[in-house]
């Protein structure tokens, strides 16, 4: 462990100024992933703003009849609310998926938007990983790829986004609030937040120096059934090989999103288009532009397969 200096800021406002001031420092919350890559010497930041008492730890209903989930409400509060189970089921099943019980506790709503990926050549530093050091090659490309991405990747960068969490707020359509250190706000669609490797990998999101979150924002439910599978190679304490995030109407539309496959929670308006015909048609749009290895390709059809069961469930 490197050593490092720590503030405790008193506004959203001030804590953006501050890591704005210090390219090296690092917001931490529950601290579930960066205590973790600052062992492993992945991430080292000279310093830490600690953002938990900043009152960002409530779930409140919005003036448009949805809710706004603040950034610090861990993921056992969010799952657990009434709201959240009544009106987005999707995003407690897609909560309660991940990780373990105690992880849960501590990990936050921002914390799981920001996590970083599980690929094993980022996470071993005797790996060229553009991700974790830009330029430096990407040993996937040429290495073991089972649980890396098939659509969405790039000749630099072929890391899958982790996050259950983060596909159900991608099929939900849901706003991620921040504010910057100059006190500005905006409110960045999930669709746009988290960005594709392309060259330059080591960019997960769009966020700018210092910007940080304050909330997420659901829009008004959307009704019908919410469905989350997640397909690991064991029970629990597991990253999805493959997930399916759906909201399905009973007239048969609806809209579907997919974990474990891409860089980004993936999800493709054409495909929602399609499901009344089925799961082939669907995944057939989802993974047009796939990109497949000898190791990964049969995400595809396993896709399919799980979300032809979830198409199957929900209309039963």
């Known amino acids: 462990m490197k050593s490092f200096t720590f503030e405790r800021p008193a506004s959203p406002?001030?804590?953006?100024?501050?890591?704005?001031?210090?390219?090296?420092?690092?917001?931490?919350?529950?601290?579930?992933?960066?205590?973790?890559?600052?062992?492993?010497?992945?991430e080292a930041p000279?310093?830490?703003?600690?953002?938990?008492?900043?009152?960002?730890?409530?779930?409140?209903?919005?003036?448009?009849?949805?809710l706004r989930i603040g950034a610090l409400v861990r993921n056992t509060a969010m799952a657990a609310?009434?709201?959240?189970?009544?009106?987005?089921?999707?995003?407690?099943?897609?909560?309660?998926?991940?990780?373990?019980?105690?992880?849960r506790n501590k990990a936050t709503t921002a914390g799981n938007l920001l996590q970083r990926?599980?690929?094993p050549y980022f996470y071993d530093t005797n790996m060229a990983c553009n991700k974790r050091r830009p330029g430096s090659g990407c040993a996937a490309l040429e290495g073991y790829s089972r649980?890396?991405?098939?659509?969405?990747?790039?000749?630099?960068?072929?890391?899958?986004?982790?996050?259950?969490?983060?596909?159900?707020?991608?099929?939900?359509?849901a706003g991620v609030e921040t504010v910057n250190?100059?006190?500005?706000?905006?409110t960045i669609p999930i669709a746009d937040f988290h960005r594709l490797p392309g060259e330059t990998p080591e960019r997960d999101t769009v966020l700018e120096q210092g910007e940080?979150?304050?909330?997420?924002?659901?829009?008004?439910?959307?009704?019908?059934?919410?469905l989350y599978r997640k397909v690991r190679d064991r029970a629990s304490y597991a990253f999805a090989v493959v997930s399916v995030a759906a909201v399905i109407q009973p007239d048969g539309t609806g809209r579907v999103a997919l974990g474990g496959v891409a860089p980004k929670p993936w999800r493709m308006e054409e495909a929602d288009g399609r499901l009344r015909e089925g799961a082939g048609p669907?995944?057939?749009?989802?993974?047009?532009?796939?990109?497949?290895?000898?190791?990964?390709?049969?995400?595809?059809?396993?896709?399919?397969r799980t979300l032809a069961s979830v198409l199957t469930e929900a209309r039963s």
């Not at 609310?81 to 992880?103: E, F, K």
């Not at 250190?181 to 905006?186: A, F």
């Not at 940080?212 to 919410?226: D, M, Y």
């Not at 057939?284 to 049969?298: K, P, V």
Request: with cysteine; glycine share 8%; hydrophobic share 45%.
């Open 117 to 119: 990926t599980r690929c």
């Open 13 to 42: 406002a001030e804590a953006a100024k501050a890591a704005a001031a210090r390219p090296d420092a690092k917001f931490i919350a529950g601290g579930t992933n960066l205590l973790d890559l600052m062992k492993l010497e992945i």
């Open 81 to 103: 609310d009434s709201q959240v189970r009544r009106d987005y089921g999707v995003l407690t099943r897609a909560v309660m998926a991940g990780a373990s019980g105690q992880l």
């Open 212 to 226: 940080l979150i304050t909330a997420v924002t659901l829009p008004a439910p959307l009704g019908g059934k919410h």
């Open 282 to 304: 669907a995944a057939a749009r989802l993974f047009a532009d796939a990109r497949t290895t000898e190791h990964n390709a049969f995400k595809i059809p396993l896709a399919e």
């Open 147 to 173: 649980l890396l991405g098939v659509v969405g990747v790039s000749d630099s960068c072929i890391a899958t986004n982790p996050s259950d969490m983060n596909v159900a707020l991608r099929v939900l359509d």
């Open 181 to 186: 250190p100059d006190g500005q706000t905006r």
């Open 46 to 66: 000279r310093h830490l703003i600690d953002v938990n008492r900043l009152g960002l730890d409530r779930i409140e209903a919005t003036d448009e009849g949805g």
